[in-house]
């Protein structure tokens, strides 16, 4: 069996990224039912924002091991301090 765990994105920034695109999802709904472009327009922006705000936390170190470099960990291309690479050049 593989020891290895896959996690599936059950992280910090997935969960907050999800919240926010549900929450814009039930507002342009809303938006469907009323007649409302303004609540439509809020709607998609909550969306858009919902999918930034998983991004920027993913970056910022709240996202699922391993899918993104951190400190020490090998790089996708050579640098100037010899670190070693990842891929092919």
């Known amino acids: 069996m593989e020891d ?4 599936h ?9 999800v919240g ?3 929450l814009g999802s039930a507002v342009a709904a809303v938006a469907v039912l009323l007649p409302s472009l303004l609540l ?3 709607g ?3 969306i858009i924002a919902g999918a930034g705000a998983g991004k920027v936390l993913s970056m910022a170190g709240y996202g699922s091991k391993g899918h993104h470099a951190q400190a020490g960990s090998l790089v996708d291309a050579p640098d100037e301090s010899g670190a070693e690479t990842l891929g092919k050049s």
């Open 4 to 7: 290895e765990h896959e996690d």
């Open 40 to 42: 439509g327009i809020i």
């Open 9 to 17: 994105g059950h992280s910090t920034a997935a969960w907050t990224g």
């Open 20 to 22: 926010i695109i549900l």
């Open 44 to 46: 998609a922006a909550l």
